[in-house]
Every structure is written in structure tokens, then in C-alpha cells.
């Protein structure tokens, strides 16, 4: 008998190894009782007594959002004014270069990666992504019959430039159109943040690379908001001025992180083009996608970011509010990174933010370490080439001595 489906999605299931892992570790706590239970699966903020962070400064005002603000469908498809606004102040504030770019807003950055993938590339063409990368970047690839090639995320400690290039090169070569994908800053699932030679290097190649076909680079900043430096890294986009008119950057940017706001499901992809032809048939695309898919983000969402990042007291709140949990991650990373450092433990190069990555390239040894870690009550999460520790969720306490209990199981 034929199948009910079509052949695109026959036999299509969702597996998602967080929430798998997740409910593992629930399964231990609810046994073992959560002192006893390292849980290093979520990918969200949890403060040192292991609660859930939703910040004061931005459920707090999310109170006096009127009721109708939030029962109303938003203002536009491309996304409220209002919010545009906003999201290109919090952006490109302190960018001095003149940037030519449209914003659409999406149900978070997961919304702005997979519409771009679907409208930049044709079925059975490639994305390329880094070696190490979010697993939801194969998903979306999949669902839109896009194939995926990986660069080499490291070479001596450092971005592998020189593969990313080859690696370009090569996917030029086959479809005369690239779109590639680099997480940064605040890799997920390393923690490697690029140095500013390393983007120069990208930007310059692309340019280069750019006489032979399009080229897109996809610029996924879900973590930005808890790199070390704060908002002076913003002034990197300013970089995305000197593109050539046969490149565009696109910035999937998410407030699921920067305000604590996963559930609400707001984010934006922000083009950035010399190319003002190009610029335009992107966003209206964007624009028929995002009706024909998710139709309109969430109004109140839109609403909320627009009041806390412009009004300059719940601003100044929000700010010291989220330093307070930079400063944290900092400091389990300090504990974790270097506790590995000491006792030898394998980890990919680290700079900052949620996550901290070991290094288990079989993945058979990579499958039975994580087994051996579970019947240990720690719980990580399989990512490409290793197991990912989310320090965001795993308090200074029990960070202390994890990378050497890890150090001992392996052995
Ligand atoms: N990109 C990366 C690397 C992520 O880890 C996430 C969330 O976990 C996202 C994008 C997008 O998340 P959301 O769709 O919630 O904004």
C-alpha cells in the first residue's frame, strides 16, 4: 500500500538528542535526588541552586504589556517597526561603517537559519556548516532536500581557516553558489569565539571567492549577548560593510537567550548587502515564506524586546541583570576549562559562553563514554566529534571535580 505521505517526508522522525538526554536526567534526579545528578544537557540558564533564570528585568515588565498588545496579531509580516527598530539598535549601534541591510523577523533564530537556507538554496544543493554545530542546522537542511558539507572547525588550537576556504572552494566549484553557516560568537558546542584576524581572513576570501558565483554567509549570533567583551564585539558587523556586491551576510539573531525568552519565540534575520537588488528579492522572499510558514511572530514577544532594550531604566536593569549571569558563566567555565587543562582532560578550544565541548572523535568510544557517564549520574549530550558539558545549566559547585571524575571513567 502507498504511504499517506509524500516521499519527502515518509518515514521522517524528529530524534533530539538534548531532549532525549534531557529526560534521562530527569529520570536520574527524580531517583538519585538532583544533588546526586550532574544534568550538562539543557542548553538554558539555570542559577547556582539549579533553577530555571528567567530575568526579573524582562518578566517583570512583561506585566505591563497591555492585554490587547499581547491578543493582537503583530503589526507587519516582515515584523512590528517598533521591533526592527530595535533589533538594529541592539545590533549596530556602535557600527561606524555604513551598513546597507533589511530585517525580517522570525520566530527565533532557528526561524531565520531554515528560511534562509530555503530561499538561498535550490533542493539537492549544499550548506556548509562547521564540523561542530547545532544539530538542528541538519534538520532544517533535510527538511528542504539540502545536502550539508562541514568545514574543520580547528587546526592548533584555533579557526581552521584554511579548511573553511578549501572547503568553499570546493562547494563553489560543484554549484557556483555558496551559502555557509559560522556560528560565532560563543560556539555551540565548543565555546570558541573567532578572533577578529580570523574574520577579516573569512571576509577577505569571500570577497575573493565571490568573483566565481554568490556567496552568503550565514552568521548565527544566538549566543552574542554572553561573549566577555559585551557589546563592543557588535562592532564585527560593521565588517559585513566591505562585502562585495556579489555577497550578503545574513545575522540569525535570537532573543530565546538574550532575554531569557526561549518560549516566546522572537528573533530576526538581518540581511546585510552593497547589492540593494539582491537585498530586496531576499526579504520579500523572507516575507512569503514567513506567511506561508509561521505567518507572524509573536506580537507581545516583538513588544517586550522593543520596551526593555529602549527604555533607558529597564535597559540599564536588564543589562546588570544579564552581566550578573556573564560573570557566572565565566566563572564555571574557569572552574571546568581549567580543572580540564590540569588533569588532561580533551576538551575543543574554549572562549566563552554556554557550552564546553570534549573531544571524542570515534563514534562508537564517543556512544560508550557517554553510557559510562550516565551509570555515573552525569548527563551530556552527543554532539559531532565529542560530548557537550552546557555549563549555563550546571552550577560552580558541581562543575568542581567533574573534569577529573570524567577523566577517571574514561580511564
Ligand atoms: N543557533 C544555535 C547555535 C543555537 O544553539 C540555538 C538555540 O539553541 C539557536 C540558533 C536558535 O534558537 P531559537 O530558535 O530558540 O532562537
Redesign the pocket.
Known sequence: MSSFLNKQSDGKVMVDKVFKAAIKAKEAKEIFGSDNVVDATL?TLFDEDGVFVAFDSVWGPYESINKIQKAKYAGSIQGNPSFRDAVTKWLFEDVTEELHFEILAT???????SSTMKNILNPGESVIKPSQ??G??KTMATEFDIKLQDYNMFKDGHFDVEDFKKTLQNVMNQQGKILAII?DPC??PTGYTMSGQEWDEVIEFVNELSKQGPVVLLN?I??VDYNNQGNEWKKHFGKFSKLSNNAMAVI?F????TLTA?GA???AAVAITNNATELSKFINAGIYSARSIWSTVNNSAMELFALVTTDELLLKNYMKEKQYYVDLLKERADIFVGESHEVGLDIYPFVEG?FVTIKVQDNIEKEALNLKLQKNNIFTVEVDGGLRIAICSVSREKLKGLAKRIKDIMN
Open positions: 542548553g520566530p527565533g533564530g532557528a526561524g531565520a537559519i554545530g547545532w538542528p542546522y556560528n560556539h555551540n548565527d544566538a549566543y540569525a535570537s532573543t530565546s537567550k526561549y519565540r522572537a528573533g554556554f
